[in-house]
C-alpha cells in the first residue's frame, strides 16, 4: 500500500485508510505512540495511561473489605 506525505499546516501528514484502521482498531482522534526505528516511522494504538484508571473500583473493595 502506498500513500504520500501531505500538508496539514506548518505540518506533515499521512492519510492512512480506513481499512488500515480498522485492522488495528484505531478511529480519528484516538490516542497513538510515535516512533522511530532505524529509517521506519512506526506508529501504535497507545495504551490509557490515565494513572487513576481502576481507582475507584479498588476504593470500593477496600471499603467492602473494611465494612465487614
Known sequence: MQSKIVEI???RGVRLPREVLRRVSLDAGD?????VRERSIVISPRENRNPRLGWEEKLRAAQRRRVR
Do not use: D, L, R, T
Open 31 to 35: 490516542p497513538v505512540e510515535i516512533e
Open 9 to 11: 499546516g506548518n505540518s
